[in-house]
């Protein structure tokens, strides 16, 4: 990497050693999602499960996909309580002014505010929370997968590979674990 960071540092204006980047700068995957830790986990669940292929996806996805599931649950509900309050305002308004004029309005609406403004900020942190852990559900299945597809393709024997066209392969890696990932999201 450090030869292609170099390369790329040749068509910056400053050259200095400064401005180059180096590995320290990408994204450090998760030592969890590395590709090689998920492939084994990939094939000891799939032995696990008699090779059922979509259980084993289903333990690898789990510990995020589920916690993901409750947030958007928490959520959806908080979705669907924002109109049941401003009902509740809009009444306790109306009788405030039918019964003194709109005179105690501020005792009678403001639990219905507060509670409007809790529900959206619940809403805005429990959407931005299910994003993320289903994204990275979709990596996980995605890494693995691909992992998965990769080794496997490189064990076939000659007899295995008959009819098998790198065609096929590269549509497995590219379009179907894209799929997968998406089916996450």
Partial sequence: MDRIFRKGALQKKDKS???????????????????ALLNAKFWKLYKKTDGNFLRTLWHLAAPTFVPGGFCQLAALASQLAVPI?????????????????????LEETLPYVLLIFFLSITNAFCTQ?????????????????????????????PKGREGLTSGNVTNLVATDTQKLFEVMQ
Wanted: net charge negative; glycine share 6%.
């Fill in 85 to 105: 309050c401003v009902m509740q305002l809009l009444k306790a308004v109306e009788a405030s002014y039918a019964t003194s004029g709109g005179g105690n309005i």
């Fill in 17 to 35: 050693v400064e401005a180059q980047m180096t590995k320290n700068d990408l994204y450090q995957t998760p030592k969890d999602d590395e590709a």
């Fill in 129 to 157: 929370r299910y994003q993320f852990l289903s994204y990275q559900s979709g990596i996980v299945i995605r890494t693995a997968v691909t992992s998965a597809i990769y080794e496997h393709s490189l064990r076939l024997t």
